[in-house]
């Protein structure tokens, strides 16, 4: 079964520069994530989609950032403009109706 | 104060030694528990879950204690390969989890 894939692995960017990340889950897998993690910090859950609709969104700043999944499969988050506190991996995870979450590889962001 | 807190470590241990990480969380709610390893610049992957009774899968071993609200990890007969970031983490309804900060463990030679 293939794992969850990600794109781009690496993105280097300038401030206020805007950015965008791709995710596709495992197959059959209705509930998708995207975390932030910080060096040194534990991920911090940005957004939850149930299939295409989103289940929580409160930890997202949606002054700067976006996410979508229209067609309940793939996922795309965005940063715009970006801040240099931005710096993080990107991860993204999903499951299928329970509670382990597989993770991708993320991606890791550079602000300048 | 944070939902889960763990020591951030770092800890250094010699191999074949064992070492124990705990954690505390917040919500007295929260209904299930997991332990993720984090290795350098890796996805984290789950390790094991942490059930009520208490489990052991080979040199890992989680307990859950409800009523200090922490869950702890012991690693016994330590390897090179243990070496790690664990992650606490814990499920606050809806297949939603929250994450610790990460204990940092290095396994000596």
């Known amino acids: 079964e293939a794992g969850v894939a990600q794109s781009p692995r690496y993105k280097i960017i300038e401030k206020r520069q805007s950015v965008a990340f791709w995710c596709n889950p495992i197959?059959?897998?209705?509930?998708l994530y995207w975390y932030q993690q910080i060096l040194g910090q534990g991920p911090k859950l940005l957004i939850q989609?149930?299939?295409?609709?989103?289940?929580?969104d409160s930890q997202l700043p949606k002054d700067r950032f976006s996410a979508e999944r229209l067609k309940g499969v793939d996922s795309t988050l965005k940063i715009q403009p970006a801040k240099l506190e931005d710096s993080a991996v990107y991860l993204c995870?999903?499951?299928?109706?329970?509670?382990?979450?597989?993770f991708g590889p993320g991606t890791r962001l550079t602000v300048t | 104060r944070k939902e889960v807190e763990q020591d951030p470590g770092p800890f250094n241990v010699p191999e074949g030694a064992t070492v124990a990480f705990n954690c505390t969380y917040s919500n007295s709610a929260s209904q299930s528990f997991f332990w993720y390893r984090q290795d350098c610049r890796k996805e984290p992957k789950l390790l094991m879950s942490v059930y009520s009774s208490g489990n052991e899968d080979g040199r890992f071993t989680a307990q859950l204690n409800r009523a200090s609200q922490y869950i702890s990890l012991l690693i016994r007969d330590s390897k090179l390969s243990d070496s790690a970031t664990y992650l606490c983490v814990v499920n606050n309804g809806a297949q939603k989890l929250v994450f610790g900060q990460g204990t940092r463990l290095t396994i000596n030679p």
């Open positions: 995870a999903s499951t299928r109706d329970s509670l382990v979450q597989y």
């Open positions: 989609f149930q299939n295409n609709g989103v289940v929580d």
């Open positions: 197959s059959g897998h209705a509930t």
